[in-house]
């Protein structure tokens, strides 16, 4: 069946460091692929998105390219910030369901 | 638009009670999802609703059950409670690939 394999966390960096965390997937179809993050005490909002094989998606400064190749989605920024720090979430949409990584804790510290 | 909306966004609940948990999705959406998020397991799908019938459904006991009303909003009730189900339940609504989550509810089983 479908998955999504997400690097484990947590990570921390230093303010103005490069992030990369690493996704990959596995689909039987042709998915779309999507970074969410999840702040303190909020529900997860969509911090960007791709829907076909080598498509970018960015937002916010973050980007992530789908690679069909490697089955990879990774999300990359470089250069965090103390605000970036949120829980992220790779997930993929194959037909009518979505499945979700287990989720990367990042903190950026001054 | 409003975004998803989730009530209410507390509830402390005893062993052995029910619960239910209210989810109103983006007006014109019409696909409701349901999942349980907890720090051991991550995020887990419950159940998805569309056109007020149960569309797809996550590997949860029978005691996870959910409902759609045909202006879209859903409910899910959780009976007979454990201390397992202390989580954060979020719900999203859907239009096409794309899902978008409310605030979530945060139940504490006691």
């Known amino acids: 069946g479908d998955s999504v394999t997400q690097m484990e966390g947590p990570v921390t960096l230093s303010e103005e460091a490069c992030l990369t965390i690493n996704c990959t997937y596995t689909a039987t179809g042709y998915p779309s692929l999507f970074w969410y993050v999840q702040y303190p005490g909020e529900g997860l909002q969509l911090l960007l998105k791709a829907t076909k094989a080598d498509d970018k998606g960015s937002n916010k400064g973050f980007e992530a390219t789908y690679r069909k190749e490697t089955t990879s989605f990774h999300l990359e920024k470089g250069s965090v910030q103390v605000s970036d720090s949120a829980v992220y979430f790779c997930a993929l949409s194959d037909l009518n369901q979505f499945y979700f990584g287990t989720g990367t804790s990042l903190t950026v510290i001054p | ?110």
């Not at chain 2, 007006?27 to 349901?34: D, E, F, L, M, T």
């Not at chain 2, 887990?44 to 059950?65: A, C, H, I, M, V």
């Not at chain 2, 009303?69 to 954060?88: C, I, K, Q």
Request: with cysteine; hydrophobic share 25%.
């Open chain 2, 1 to 110: 638009k409003a975004g998803v909306t989730q009530t209410p966004r507390y509830l402390i609940k005893t062993r052995g009670q029910q619960v239910t948990l209210s989810c109103s999705p983006i007006s014109g959406h019409r696909s409701v999802s349901w999942y349980q998020q907890t720090p051991g397991q991550g995020l887990q799908f419950l159940f998805e609703y569309f056109s007020e019938t149960q569309r797809n459904k996550g590997n949860f006991p029978g005691r996870f059950s959910g409902r759609q009303f045909s202006n879209s909003r859903s409910e899910m009730n959780v009976s007979t409670l454990e201390l397992g189900d202390s989580a954060l339940y979020l719900c999203a609504s859907r239009e096409y690939n794309e899902q978008f989550f409310g605030p979530g509810t945060r139940l504490t089983v006691l």
